[in-house]
């Protein structure tokens, strides 16, 4: 039985900082990519950050460069994304997805560079609150 079960979402002030954790059963974690994708309301679900099988290669949509890193222990089959310099608008449900089909890479929407969502495995998701 497949299991990814985020944590570590909660209320902060602008300017403050949130790790978030995603621990992952069930999957090869080690051969699989993985990713950060978030929802705010009456907006489209939006990949924030993804990361190969290895942690060598990561990809990061624009709003969250230079604020945002994510990265994996494979060896505790767990994701992390740290944030810092939150914003009000970064305000969202923040869900881990794990790639299906054993693939292994980050993929991008031609012409918009955002992150494909096509990720066959989903966290229930935790809620990130930035008040301003």
């Known amino acids: 039985q497949v299991q990814v079960v985020e944590s570590g979402g909660g209320l902060v002030q602008a300017g403050e900082s949130l790790r978030l954790s995603c621990t992952v059963s069930?999957?090869?974690?080690?051969?699989?990519?993985m990713a950060w994708f978030r929802q705010a309301p009456g907006k489209e679900r939006q990949g924030v950050s993804c990361?190969?099988?290895?942690?060598?290669?990561?990809y990061y949509t624009d709003s969250v460069k230079g604020r945002f890193t994510i990265s994996r222990d494979n060896a505790k089959n767990t994701l992390y994304l740290q944030m810092d310099s939150l914003k009000p608008e970064d305000t969202a449900m923040y869900y881990c997805?794990?790639?299906?089909?054993?693939?292994?890479?980050?993929?991008?929407?031609?012409?918009?560079?955002?992150?494909?969502?096509?990720?066959?495995?989903w966290g229930q998701g935790t809620q990130v609150n930035v008040s301003s």
């Open positions: 997805a794990a790639a299906a089909a054993a693939r292994r890479y980050c993929t991008a929407v031609a012409g918009t560079g955002e992150l494909k969502d096509d990720f066959g495995y």
């Open positions: 990361i190969s099988y290895s942690g060598k290669s990561t």
């Open positions: 069930g999957l090869p974690f080690d051969g699989l990519a």
